[in-house]
Nanobody
Framework: VRLEEYGGGSVRAGGSLRLSCTASGSTISTSCMAWFRQAPGKEREGVASISTAGGADYAPAVKGRFTGAKDNSETTLYLQMDSLKPEDAAMYYC????????????????????WGQGTQVTVSS
């Protein structure tokens, strides 16, 4: 499984960014896809998951501000981030994991996932 993230950058608080993730083969159509983030000195945390059916689940900290989706060809995963806050600043990772994790909620632990290299998001106040 190969995953590659794009779209990170710097933005002011209240602004928006859209992250993209390309995946090898049929990864997106056969996996629980998710976004995670890790800020310096903090533990990795789950942000959003997208199931093969296209349904999304979000961490409370981002619900209502972030939207996860995938394109119709199921080759690219997205994370639209709106109303960004300084506390959203982190390295963001795209990940692919067991399909069942989408439906059990266990995706948020990030166990048995494949990871991309990450893309940095900086939010200034």
């Amino acid at each position: 499984v190969r995953l590659e993230e794009y779209g990170g950058g710097s933005v002011r608080a209240g602004g928006s960014l859209r992250l993209s993730c390309t995946a090898s083969g049929s990864t997106i159509s056969t996996s629980c896809m998710a976004w995670f983030r890790q800020a310096p000195g903090k533990e990795r945390e789950g942000v959003a998951s997208i199931s093969t059916a296209g349904g999304a689940d979000y961490a409370p900290a981002v619900k209502g501000r972030f939207t996860g989706a995938k394109d119709n060809s199921e080759t690219t995963l997205y994370l639209q981030m709106d109303s960004l806050k300084p506390e959203d600043a982190a390295m963001y990772y795209c990940a692919a994991g067991p399909l069942s994790d989408s439906y059990t909620g266990s995706w948020i632990a990030g166990r048995r996932f494949f990871w991309g290299q990450g893309t940095q998001v900086t939010v200034s106040s």
